[in-house]
C-alpha cells in the first residue's frame, strides 16, 4: 500500500513537471517564421542573373537557347533588355496570357522572385 502511494506521488510529480515544461510560453506558441521578401538592393548583377542562371538558363543561355530556348537569348544585359521593353520578359513570368508563360513547363516563379523582377524593371531596369 506503501509503495502505491509512492509510485502515485512520482506519477503526480511528473504529471506536473511535463506540464510546466510545456506551459513555457514558447512552448505553447512557438515563433512561427513570417516569410519575408526583401526588395532593397536589387541589381541586374547579383538578384536578377542570379534567378535567371536558376530558372531560365537551362533553355535560354548561349548554349542552350536554340536548342530549347525558342532561339530567344537572356544571357546579358543586352539580349534581355529587348524583352523587358516589349513588356514579354515580365508578362511572360506573370503568366498573363499576354506572351508565353514561364519558365516554360515549369513551376510559377514564387510571388517574392516576381516582386523582386518587378521592383527591379520599376526601378528603370537599369545594367547596375
Ligand atoms: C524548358 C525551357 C524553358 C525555360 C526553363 C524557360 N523558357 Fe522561356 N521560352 C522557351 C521557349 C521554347 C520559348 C519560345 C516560345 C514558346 O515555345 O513558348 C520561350 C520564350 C520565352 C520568351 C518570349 C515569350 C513570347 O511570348 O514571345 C520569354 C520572354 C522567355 N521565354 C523568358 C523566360 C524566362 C524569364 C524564363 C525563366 C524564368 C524562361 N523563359 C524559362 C523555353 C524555356
Known amino acids: 500500500m506503501r509503495n502505491h502511494f509512492k509510485i502515485a506521488i512520482a506519477c503526480i510529480a511528473m504529471t506536473t513537471f511535463t506540464s ?3 506551459d513555457k510560453k514558447d512552448q505553447v506558441y512557438p515563433q512561427v517564421a513570417i516569410p519575408t521578401c526583401d526588395t532593397t538592393n536589387i ?3 547579383t538578384t536578377i542573373t542570379s534567378i535567371l542562371v ?3 538558363y537551362s533553355c535560354h543561355d548561349a ?3 536554340n536548342l530549347s530556348g525558342g532561339g530567344i537569348l537572356l544571357n546579358s544585359y543586352t539580349t534581355l533588355k529587348p524583352y523587358i ?3 514579354r520578359f ?3 513570368i506573370l503568366q498573363n496570357g499576354k506572351a508565353s508563360p514561364m519558365p516554360k513547363n515549369m513551376a510559377k ?3 517574392c522572385t516576381i516582386n523582386k523582377i518587378v521592383v527591379w524593371i520599376n526601378k528603370g531596369a537599369i545594367n547596375n
Open 20 to 22: 510546466c515544461y510545456y
Open 109 to 111: 516563379l514564387d510571388v
Open 43 to 45: 541589381t541586374y548583377s
Open 85 to 87: 521593353t516589349d513588356g
Open 54 to 56: 536558376s530558372k531560365c
Open 63 to 65: 548554349t542552350t537557347a
Open 90 to 92: 515580365i508578362n511572360s
